[in-house]
């Protein structure tokens, strides 16, 4: 399966935590580009690596801000998702997933270890 079939399966276990389309679709397309920018200079990096017209980016701008996303849900569903796309391969720690990510050039432990009972 092409792996951008994947990643919209895989975002899709998230979607219940949108409260409209839109914002749904606003929040896939800058997720596409945080996954393919080449630089981190914020939204105008997704803009560009997506080659987004200019004006698009108070779209996703409003998109990030709005009150259409359920932020505890979101992070309830993401973490779920995480549990069932990769299940066996976490890492864990007395029975709690350790999450590491790689973010503006360092490596940073996911502070929120994730107790399994609770996905």
Known sequence: MPLWFQWYNAILLIRPAFSHARTFMWFMVCTAGLSVREDNLGLT???RALSLKPNHYHSLLRCCHSQGIDLDALYRL???AVVQ???TKLERVNDRIVLLAYWSGRPNLFLRALDHENT
């Open 85 to 87: 796309l990769f299940g």
């Open 45 to 47: 990096s997704v803009v």
């Open 78 to 80: 993401w973490m779920r």
